[in-house]
């Protein structure tokens, strides 16, 4: 499973995400550009966390397994 963390600059709280997180992919992106996804995927602060994986990964991870 595939875990990418997306962070902005100087955001405080994205940094100690990564921090405990070192074995998530990191993208860094300018406010401008991540927008409208966040408004759409209903993300109201940052940072977020993207996860990918097979279907049953996925159920795993959100049954805490």
Known sequence: ????????????????????APDADVITVQPAEILQFARAAGVSSMPFVVVTGEPQELAKL???E
């Open 1 to 20: 499973m595939k875990k990418i963390i997306i962070s902005m600059e100087n955001c405080q709280k994205c940094a100690m995400l990564k921090a405990i």
């Open 62 to 64: 959100i049954k805490g």
